[in-house]
């Protein structure tokens, strides 16, 4: 019985380091960002196809070209907005229902600065 409950017990731990190291190694911290950087909108419009792709959304500037293979709809969807103000394609997703809350977290990890007023 003593060799079950110890068996149990170090099993059960092993179980959890081997999770927790898991969870450190699988961990996505964003690349950090100079928000500082203030961008015009005719320095973000030359950035306007998929492969360079800026938007402005509520006065921050992003980079989302690396974004464009993960963005669930086709790429057909973001390239219009690449190299504009794109709040109200984020707002509405073009047909009247904003981004879930996790859509705009995401977000975070492209800005790349702000838009010059």
Same mark, same amino acid.
């Given at each position: 019985m003593k060799k079950l409950c110890y068996?149990?017990?170090i099993a059960f731990w092993s179980s959890i380091a081997t999770l927790l190291a898991v969870q450190a190694m699988a961990t996505n911290e964003p690349a950090p960002t100079d928000s500082a950087s203030v961008y015009s909108l005719e320095e973000i419009a030359a950035h306007n196809s998929e492969a360079d792709c800026w938007v402005v959304i509520e006065g921050a500037v !992003?980079?989302?070209s690396a974004y464009f293979p993960n963005h669930p709809a086709p790429p057909a969807v973001l390239s219009?907005?690449?190299g504009k103000e794109?709040?109200?394609?984020m707002r509405t997703k073009? !047909?009247?229902r904003d981004h879930s809350p996790a859509a705009w977290g995401m977000l975070d990890s492209y800005r790349i600065g702000t838009l010059k007023e």
């Open positions: 068996s149990a017990f !992003y980079d989302i219009p907005w690449c794109a709040t109200e394609g073009g !047909y009247g």
